[in-house]
């Protein structure tokens, strides 16, 4: 019933630029909060991420290194993440997740229902 399904994956040079969007629906997307992992080959599914139910905070692994934004349209039940200056590191497949009236930082966890991901692949 709940869905969510990622687009805007591909593949780009070093130092290009994707915008990844994921469209929501079957929940009251206002109530929860949205964020986006990913996982590489051979590595665990991280962080990379997050946005607070209200919509008023926003969290970043590390890696991100202000390179990337997240943001909700709940008019139109979208959560994207802008992705800026990708480096070879960040090749890997990259999910949407929702978690009911939750802040900004996720765990796996805490994760209620997730999207069947995106492809992001770059190259040197």
């Known amino acids: 019933q709940v869905q969510l399904v990622e687009s805007g994956g591909g593949l780009v040079q070093a130092g290009g630029s994707l915008r990844l969007s994921c469209a929501a629906s079957?929940?009251?997307?206002?109530?929860?909060?949205m964020g986006w992992f990913r996982q590489a080959p051979g590595k665990e599914r991280e962080f990379v991420a997050g946005?607070?139910?209200?919509?008023?905070?926003?969290y970043y692994a590390n890696f991100v290194e202000g390179r990337f934004t997240i943001s909700r349209d709940n008019a139109k039940n979208t959560v994207s993440l802008q992705m800026n200056s990708l480096k070879p590191e960040d090749t890997a497949v990259y999910y949407c997740?929702?978690?009911?009236?939750?802040?900004?930082?996720?765990?796996?966890?805490?994760?209620?229902?997730w999207g069947q991901g995106t492809q992001v692949t770059v190259s040197s």
């Open positions: 997740a929702a978690h009911f009236r939750g802040g900004e930082l996720f765990t796996l966890s805490l994760v209620d229902y």
């Open positions: 079957g929940l009251t997307f206002s109530t929860y909060a």
């Open positions: 946005l607070s139910w209200s919509g008023g905070s926003t």
